[in-house]
């Protein structure tokens, strides 16, 4: 086995030899955190052989090349993380920044990130992130510590790897293991590590000496051996001392656990509690060390960093940070490592020591080697050179020593090493026992080794025969000879036989040989005859032939003219007949409406004239006397009953006539298929009466009343009380039909019904005991109506109700469940499987094409509709030979009752007079009485189905009284428990269970809210919600951060198309295409999902939408089968697109729903999977899928690639795999529609991004285009080569510009304009953001030209501090830079130039005046506001012009004398005039100050490459300026409120609209100057 050096250096040596890992090794990176183990002197070792032995090794264990290219990189990182060096400058800074760049090279890990996690602690407090520098000496802690980490995980790995690969069958339960013992170290100076190792090896010291010395004595003394007996050193003392309760270890672990704990306080309880102990050294001057008395000599410890090696030192800010690797290697290395702060750590210790996780490996390793039949290599160094042909003695007694190998060499010596049963010994020296006759193996043994007269040489047992190895070899070499001599007679007698056989084969093969010539000349001469005689009858038979021919043809002529003429005529007498059937069946039918619209007219007649009469006869009635209104209303009672019979004696002959007429038409049109249609939609238009009459009729009148399954439940709940339907896959599937817990049949009687009892199938599977009234042992089953099914003409038509059954093929229908057989249909004989009727009012149709006729069925609902289209067609399409493979489906439709086990109350034992093995159980509102066969198997029920122990409520992670809310007036107090099992209830602390929730049900909780007096959440489970409530705000918010933590800690559950996902990485193509071929969850199907693909969470799909998250994804993929062929495809992604960014759950459910439908195509080129591709492609642009989807999606990508070359749909992957390398950000924006049609269409977007001066650069932009490599493009393309001044990108609305941050990415900067700013001008502009270096004379002429436009900006926007005069001699200069010398006619915009400024005293004098002259408030005074208003602008209005055309004669005057100036020269002198200004190249933000240590308020924050300065606006002396070495923190404490922290001074806090550009701005100074003192270095 490799060590971590050799392999690393084995690698580093190699890369220099093999050529294909292009690993970017510019130099051989050094191993500077190692220890060199290895000597690059010894020429003994061929490290390029090694190497391709290690290669190979690689090969063989089924890794692929890719896979040893990602673990050499992972090395190569490793190196290059030893290479990091530190200095302190502040905290912990990084010396070199090459070997950082080269380590998130190899390891696909972010530069800045890496750099923060080396040299800074992240901590995470109530919801806020802090950074704290590290020490030199903690910032190589966590480089070794990510070293460790990165190794330790890559091991682990490559030995899984191993293990499956080279893992048996699960029927063979034997291994062979190789175990490879630390060696004992005892150096000068000994550590934490070489305690650990050391304990190790007193825990395997005692496992040999219990094995070679205990297991040896105790035999020969089972055996009754006579022997010497060994005294041998037993050192479970010492073993007792580390590990017993309060030994070192213990010791050790507490004070680790103590934040205040140190070495020297460890060490003082080590001396307190074992100085005592025979094994434990207390040295006698006090210092850092203790001893121990090992079996191999006394180790002194150095207890200095003992508790800060065992406490660990890996931090969870550089999990997550190896987690984020880009790098699907790395994450699948780190995935399965969870951070201290994920769920089920809340109430639990903090994680275990370093000590303790050793202790628990090594007591796992000691049961593993307990339960082996061990043997033991002893392996010994003869020198510590490791020099060839130099043994020193000393040394190797001393190994030999140490290891118990003296006392094993005594014990074989003195002992019997050879051993053997009676029966094996007579069994092997069988030919030596031939002359003893004795049966009894013992005696023949004791006999036998008697005549050999070698008494000390052997000794008998009670069952083995004990010898030395002398006397074993005799016996051998005397068998061998014996064996010898009978093999010879053997070989003498055989060599015989073959000879003889080999004689006898010759002479029948020279027989052989002469029969067959002989036979050759006979067939010669007879095919010649033969042949002679065919040419003659060949001849004759033609020529009588011939004549027959022609005879037979002329009667067949004749015969052909009489038949075509029989048949026009018949064909012609069948039309005539037809046109008058058609012409009579018309006349009847117009006969028949005619007497049936004069029926319904007579009978409204008469219902009116009674109406009429009635209303006469009550007016009567009003004055007749009270005796005979009651008389009267009899009469008029049995009046009305005459005329309802009459009614009634009308509508059945109506309908009789009617029927019988459809009979006869029926009878008469049946040779007619045209009118036998048209006849059976009359009929099924008249009979729906009947068909209804028929349903209702075949209702199940066995189903007791009390196995409803529809009955009201006492708990509350929100929400579906069940999935989705059944479907391909998804949640549906795996819960719906989870492994059933245990089944079998029950006898069952109800509460309240006649004492009967009736024999059920019984199934407990989840949470929930399923009832049917058969084994579910088939694939369905179910009610569904069929057509025809009678002997009549109607009953051939009628739709009748029948109980279907699919085992297997064969679909079997009856009229009663678990009647008799009514037919059988093969589905291995069906052409199709219909969805669809002609009659387009038949709903949830199904139609079974057989080559005999077509069956038509109708199923109960939309549901089982699906659900038996769906089964049908994979039996129909599924081959014989993977039948087998469809599980059966435990459908909860089926049975007739269920009973959910939170419901529960108690389960137990009862006496019963009629029956034996009698159980009930009792939930909320119901006892149930069941009775089993047995009663192992009524017990066996009972313990399954009762509550858990009370035991449970002690370890409960928390417990205490919530109220079961239903509503605002119906609540019920309970004791809530949650364990880490789920959450149970109790009516009291000490009661009885009301209810459970099995953690497996737990699916999300909501933040607690104030609702019907109380602060309530939601316990949403996978069939309900439960709301519950809490008398305080804090006691509701623990419970749900409590269920959050369980529900976070228990295993994800994983459908079945995630688990076949997981499957697909490591199979072979061809395993891979029967995997898609037999899981249409995979593949494209043109049906709908019954349920989402992946585990989604329970819950609203989003705040404004209520629907399920698995109903959306349903939905979802329903809009997908539309999107094939809408005409508007790019609206409809968009669409789709914004809905997500409501829904982000179900961002993962979608890309497995688009890689459904592009997996496995038969034409990849056709329309449809094309736009599909369209459609992913744009979603890959848009949204970032979680690791494990990416990883499916790379998969499906890859093979599209290599199977689908030179296709459209392979340039569609290819964009797929650059936009996946490149590392698609997520996107905040939808994509804008013109991006979304160059995706579709694979190109990229033109953008177009302006600068000064009116310029416009083109710039391509792709989905992955950020704004740092933007500005790198526009750098380069414009020839700049800045070393420290930064250009950015802006976003521009009028005059206002927003700096784009670097990672942004250009398209959602386009979509944000199509989308926020519709109509307002806005634009993407180049400029100047941070200034460093600004020397006029040695700028690039381009550079300065931004920095000249920078500062015109400033002086435009009134940024620059000086009298007005300067300010127009500066606005001089820059019309004569913009437009050349001054003309009288040349016009302008003075704001372009000039910033003007409307004095305060005029504006304050101006409003004042115009208030004053308003008057007091009343009859008009809005017209007196109104007019006010419009005085004011226009008095503004007024003052502005003023002053501007003040501005424009003062620019104009300094212009006239810069006339000649050339716009070199004018731009020189500007930039001249503005360097005086010690603010010069700052940004400058207008801000006002909080507090008050300065007089002003309004002020200027100065901004700069070395310090930010605070200016009185408009004025050029500071007043105060604040290094960046003093300032101790920035940010916004609010919005609009910046806040400067500074060192040994009060935080200066500020107001400003600008609180986020300021930060940017001096978090792009600081990272500059940093990178400048480390060039410096």
Known sequence: MLTLYQFIF????????????????????????????????????????????????????????????????????????????FYADGGAQIEDRNPVEKVAQHLNLNMEQLTEGLTHNKRVMRGETFLSPLTVEQAETSRDSITMALYSQLFDWIIQRINNRIKAPKSVHSSIGVLDIFGFENFQINRFEQFNINFANEKLQQYFNKHIFSLEQLEYNQEGISWTDIDWCDNAGCIDLIERKMGVLSIID??????????????????????????????????????????????????????????????????????????????????????????GNRGKKKG?????????????????????????????????????????????????????????????????????????????????????????????????????????????????????????????????????KAAVMIQKHWRAVLARAMVKKRLARIVKIQSMIRAHIYRRHFLRTRQATLIFQRYIRGHLARQV????????CAQLEAEIAAQKEAFEARKREMERLRKEQQEQEAERIRIQMEEEEAARKREEEERRLRDEQEMKEAIIRVEELEQQRKLEEQRALQKQRLLEEEEEKRREEERVAAEAAAAELMDDEDALNEAEAEMLRHLDDLDEAIKDAAIDEDIDEWWDLDEDDEYPGSGDDTFSEFGDSGIGDEEISARPIHSGYLRVKDVGKLSRWKQKYCILQGDSLLIFNAKQDYLKSGWMRKKGGGKGTLSRRNWLPRFFVLQETMLT???????????????????????????????????????????????EDEPEHKSWLRILREVNR???????????????????ASIELLELESCHRVEDKTENHVFCVITNDRVHYFSAEDSEEMFRWIDLLSPQDEDLKHSALRAGYVSLVKSKLIKRKVYMTLTEKGIEMYKRREGAGVGKISLHSLCVVSNPEERYGEFCFHVHVRKRSYLFGCKTYEDALNWTEEITDVILGKDQFQTRTEKLVVELRNLHSDEVDEIYRSNPILRYTKNPIMAPILALPYGPSSSTNPKRLQDAAVDMYKQFLMYEGTPTPVEFIEAVLGQLFETPHLIDELYCQLIKQTAYVKDVDNPQNLRYWMFLLCVLATFTPSRKVLRYLKFHVQRCTQRYSGTEMYKSAVYAEGLIAAGVKQREFVPSREEIKKIMFLKDMPAVVQCYGGWNCKIMVTPTLTARLAVARLLSGMGIKSKYNKYALFEKYGQVYKVIEDQTLIADVIAKFERKHEGEECCIF???????????????????????????????RGMFPSDKVSLAELAALRCQYLYGDYKPDKTYNVSDVYHVVIPKQERRASAGGTLRGLGTLGKGTIRKLKDLYIDNEREDELLAAEHEEKARNTINDFWKTKNGLSKGAAQQELLKIATRWLAFGYGIFDVELVDTRFREKELWLAVGHNDVAIYPREKSIPLEVYTYDSIVGFGATEENVFKITIEGQSPLEMGTQDFLEISRLMKTYISIMVRRKQQNR
């Open 10 to 85: 084995i690698f580093v040596i190699a890369t220099r030899l093999v050529a294909p890992l292009h690993l970017h090794l510019n130099h051989q990176p050094t191993i500077k955190n190692t220890t060199p183990l290895i000597e690059f002197e010894q020429h003994t070792t061929q490290d390029k052989d090694d190497f391709k032995a290690v290669t190979t090794a690689f090969e063989v264990m089924g890794l692929s090349g890719e896979t040893v290219e990602e673990i050499l990189t992972i090395l190569t990182g490793i190196l290059y993380l030893g290479n990091v060096k």
């Open 1326 to 1356: 180049f400029k100047l953001f941070a200034v460093v270096e600004f020397n006029i004379s040695r700028c690039d002429p381009l550079e300065l030209v931004f920095l000249y436009e920078l500062t015109c900006e400033q002086i435009q």
């Open 878 to 896: 599924t081959p014989d030979e993977n039948l087998h493979l469809m599980k059966e489906e435990v459908n909860p439709r089926n049975a007739v």
């Open 254 to 343: 507490e004070e680790s656990r103590f934040p205040k704990g140190t070495d020297k306080s460890m060490l003082d309880k080590l001396h307190g509690a074992n100085e005592k102990n025979e094994f434990y050294i207390k040295p006698k001057v006090a210092g850092t060390d203790f001893g121990i008395r090992h079996y191999a000599g006394h180790v002194v410890y150095n207890t200095i960093g003992f508790l800060e090696k065992n406490r660990g030192s890996f931090r969870d800010d550089l999990i997550q940070l190896l987690k984020d690797s880009k790098s699907d290697f790395i994450y699948d290395l780190f995935e399965g490592v969870k951070l201290s702060t994920e769920g």
């Open 352 to 484: 275990n020591t370093v000590a303790s996780q050793f202790k628990d490996s090594l007591s796992s390793l000691m049961q593993t080697l307990s339960a082996s039949n061990p043997y033991f290599v002893r392996c010994v160094k003869p020198n510590a050179q490791k020099q060839s042909n130099d043994f020193r003695n000393e040394m190797m007694i001393n190994q030999l020593r140490y290891s118990g190998m003296m006392q094993t060499v005594v014990i074989r010596k003195s002992g019997f090493p050879v051993r053997r049963l009676y029966s094996d010994f007579t069994a092997r020296y069988y030919p030596l026992l031939a002359s003893i006759y004795t049966q009894v193996a013992k005696d023949k043994c004791c006999l036998f080794l008697t005549k050999l007269e070698r008494p000390k040489e052997w000794q008998a047992g009670k069952t083995k025969i004990f010898m030395k190895e002398t006397l074993e070899n005799t016996l051998e070499q005397e068998r061998i000879a014996v064996l010898g």
């Open 549 to 556: 021919v022609a005879e037979m043809w002329a009667e067949k």
């Open 813 to 859: 229908y009856y009229d009663t469940e678990g009647g008799e057989a009514k037919g059988q249909i093969n589905l291995r004989h069906a052409i199709k499987i219909l969805e669809h009727s002609l009659d387009k009012n038949r709903n949830n149709y199904i139609g079974i094409v057989t080559p005999e006729r077509t069956f038509e069925l109708i199923a």
